[in-house]
């Protein structure tokens, strides 16, 4: 995983020489205690701090990312920057930031996104500053690359395992009052153990954990309300070293059900999650005064497909002391043409509204390297340069060579028929009118496994100008 600039201030390329990453990359949020302190009154960051993050004036390390990037101002379509490309169309990006914020706030859930989707700091603050209570992650390296950059709020969605994780994340604890975090915990060998490296690294107060329910044959988390109750009375007896303080889950994993299955299935789960809040809270489980959210209990699920269903089902349930709703979206930012477009279409279908109106933002642009035969295109871009695990990407546009001008090719009968490391094999109609050095758009399907391809995503407006970048430290 690329570390981010400034991390482990004396780690460079090898004896004597510059950082690895220059700290000209990196800005340093002013005032990182208070604008903690305050993201935690106001349970969200302080409007006109997020961009604080990381200043998108344009610079950039030397080497491959800074020569790939080049300079703001230049424009996609003229060729001005190396092909394939991955881009994210601004103005998409800022609708869609704005859309599901409101949904959230609308619906009366916090939005935590799951920020592993874009790994990217230019794109943390844009969520923060639009409200986002906080940010979820899934690894230890995730963490650091949030922390370097100021992220006030972490919900980890995992077990927090490794020694020097907990390490990590205590010592963050113990540095910044301000900051808070959030871990799960679905097994009495895990409490234990966190319980005893937590006791070791001494991070000054208690380490919030959430129990995690879990689908039978999928990830972690415990499988029944019994084994829940006995996680949750080793997190009491931990001597004080973990607080519990809510109940989480991932509905997401139905989508590999049969598609009759998956609301279904989604709505059991979600229904077992609210089964196991309501047994700790009769059983006085969860911690009293729970410092790091007022006493609440945090019920959170709700991926980027089933999102709606955790809203409604979770803001049911009833217990002894406040509830507060967690969702932990993360593909809503750039939406994507293949899956959960499909998925965001089901929502609607559902609820019976357009809300959330989410669009695509990110597309990868290729050239046209050959026509080496009838109906058949190859593309610069392969499976180095976007995602396959949710399908092929989608052909969106062809520009000709030198002009401006796009043609949609949604409709047009062109088809992915093939992927090499460089190159993408497209299937085309007779008279499919492209030639060597046109330039192709490519609709990728799951953000995620697109993001983690590129170290910069420039930010575009409608005519394909570079405005702004996002870099990426996966």
């Known amino acids: 995983m690329t570390q981010p600039p400034g991390h482990m201030a004396g780690l460079t390329a090898g004896q004597g020489s510059s950082p690895i990453l220059p700290a000209a990359t990196r800005t340093v949020v002013p005032h990182r205690d208070a604008v903690a302190a305050a993201a935690h009154v106001g349970r969200s960051t302080p409007p006109g701090v997020a961009f604080a993050f990381v200043a998108d004036d344009g610079t950039e390390p030397k080497g491959h990312a800074g020569q790939h990037a080049g300079v703001l101002g230049g424009n996609v379509l003229r060729e001005d920057y190396p092909l394939p490309v991955c881009v994210l169309r601004a103005a998409v990006l800022e609708r869609n930031l704005d859309r599901f914020q409101r949904y959230c706030d609308d619906a009366g859930v916090l939005l935590c996104p799951h920020a592993k989707t874009t790994m990217s700091p230019e794109l943390f603050g844009r969520q923060l500053a639009a409200g986002a209570w906080g940010l979820t992650f899934a690894t230890g390296p995730q963490v650091?690359?949030?922390?370097?950059?100021?992220?006030?709020?972490?919900?980890?969605?995992?077990?927090?395992?490794?020694?020097?994780?907990?390490?990590?994340?205590?010592?963050?604890?113990?540095?910044?009052?301000?900051?808070?975090?959030?871990?799960?915990?679905?097994?009495?060998?895990?409490?234990?153990?966190?319980?005893?490296r937590v006791a070791a690294a001494q991070p000054g107060r208690p380490l919030n954990v959430l129990v995690e329910g879990g689908l039978p044959g999928g990830r972690c988390g415990v499988r029944d309300v019994g084994t829940a109750i006995e996680v949750a009375e080793a997190v009491r007896v931990s001597g004080g070293h973990l607080v519990l303080t809510g109940v989480e889950g991932f509905e997401g994993?139905?989508?590999?059900?049969?598609?009759?299955?998956?609301?279904?299935?989604?709505?059991?789960?979600?229904?077992?999650?609210?089964?196991?809040?309501?047994?700790?809270?009769?059983?006085?489980?969860?911690?009293?005064?729970?410092?790091?959210?007022?006493?609440?209990?945090?019920?959170?699920a709700g991926g980027s497909a089933y999102f709606d269903l955790a809203a409604e089902e979770l803001k049911r349930v009833q217990l002894s002391r406040p509830v507060q709703v967690v969702l932990r979206?993360?593909?809503?930012?750039?939406?994507?043409?293949?899956?959960?477009?499909?998925?965001?279409?089901?929502?609607?279908?559902?609820?019976?509204?357009?809300?959330?109106?989410?669009?695509?933002?990110?597309?990868?642009?290729?050239?046209?390297?050959?026509?080496?035969?009838?109906?058949?295109?190859?593309?610069?871009?392969?499976?180095?340069?976007?995602?396959?695990?949710?399908?092929?990407?989608?052909?969106?546009?062809?520009?000709?060579?030198?002009?401006?001008?796009?043609?949609?090719l949604r409709d047009a009968g062109w088809r992915m028929a093939g992927v090499s490391d460089q190159h993408a094999h497209m299937a085309v109609p007779e008279g499919h009118g492209v030639a060597v050095g046109d330039l192709v758009a490519l609709g990728p399907s799951h953000p995620c496994t697109t993001f983690d391809k590129w170290r910069v995503l420039h930010l575009v407006d409608e005519d394909y100008t570079v405005t702004g970048m996002a870099r990426t430290y996966f």
Request: overall charge negative.
């Open 144 to 196: 650091r690359v949030a922390r370097e950059y100021g992220v006030p709020r972490i919900f980890y969605a995992n077990q927090l395992v490794g020694a020097a994780d907990v390490r990590f994340v205590s010592a963050e604890l113990r540095r910044d009052p301000g900051f808070e975090f959030y871990c799960l915990v679905d097994s009495v060998d895990g409490v234990r153990l966190l319980a005893e």
């Open 329 to 408: 979206s993360g593909c809503y930012l750039a939406e994507d043409w293949g899956s959960y477009g499909d998925r965001l279409a089901e929502v609607h279908a559902r609820t019976g509204s357009a809300r959330p109106e989410l669009e695509p933002a990110i597309e990868v642009w290729a050239q046209v390297l050959s026509v080496p035969e009838p109906g058949l295109v190859i593309l610069s871009a392969g499976r180095r340069d976007f995602g396959q695990d949710a399908g092929n990407p989608v052909a969106l546009a062809h520009v000709r060579r030198g002009e401006a001008g796009r043609r949609p």
């Open 253 to 300: 994993l139905v989508a590999s059900h049969e598609p009759s299955r998956r609301e279904p299935d989604a709505r059991e789960f979600l229904a077992f999650l609210a089964e196991i809040a309501e047994t700790l809270d009769a059983r006085g489980q969860f911690g009293d005064g729970a410092a790091a959210n007022d006493g609440e209990v945090l019920l959170t």
